[in-house]
């Protein structure tokens, strides 16, 4: 069941909705979701990144900052190093600042953002949770090991992870059959 009104999962993106909706979406809302995407963050744990936290190649999300409340380091894919090199992020404090008690961006203001592009994209359902999903999914497609997926989400076991997968019953016997067939061919 997609996403309305806080109720369900957010929809998981296709490769191509994601560039169509990051092409309808304003900076620095487009990089927050990018990061969050390739990062497989949540929104609140990027709008609290600091420059800090950008070593090198290297994200840390830290402890303070995450649902498990562990630090999680997560290496930067080149598509997202190419467009955090692009642009003019803070040398010192939050990397998205904002004039609210928080001192950064809120949650609300991007998820306002990522609304209005996907309707102008014609995809229902996508909230700012839907990054994560999209990303976690699509690894998964991918043939990316389940555990190695799990350590860049930073979900705490395989149970909390697999609920994040849109993984539907004749894809799951579709990747069986595939599996099987370069084994036994």
Request: aromatic share 6%; no cysteine.
């Amino acid at each position: 069941m997609a996403k309305s009104n806080r109720f369900g999962k957010a929809t998981v993106m296709t490769p191509d909705q994601l560039g169509q909706l990051w092409d309808e979406m304003n900076e620095p809302y487009r990089l927050i979701s990018q990061i969050a995407y390739f990062t497989a963050a949540r929104i609140g744990e990027v709008l609290q990144l600091e420059a800090r936290d950008l070593r090198g190649e290297t994200l840390v999300y830290r402890a303070v900052t995450t649902k498990m409340k562990k630090t999680r380091e997560v290496e930067v894919p080149v598509q997202l190093r190419s467009l955090l090199v692009q642009a003019d992020l803070p040398k010192h404090g939050y990397l998205f600042p904002g004039s609210g008690k928080t001192g950064h961006l809120t949650s609300r203001a991007v998820e306002t953002a990522v609304k209005d592009a996907a309707a102008l994209i014609g995809v229902d359902g996508v909230s700012t949770h839907s990054f994560r999903r999209s990303m976690a999914t699509h690894l998964h497609l991918a043939g990316m090991p389940l555990r190695a997926i799990q350590r860049i989400t930073g979900h705490a076991t395989l149970a909390a992870l697999e609920q994040y997968l849109d993984i539907e019953r004749k894809e799951a016997s579709q990747q069986h059959q595939a599996v099987l067939d370069r084994l036994f061919s």
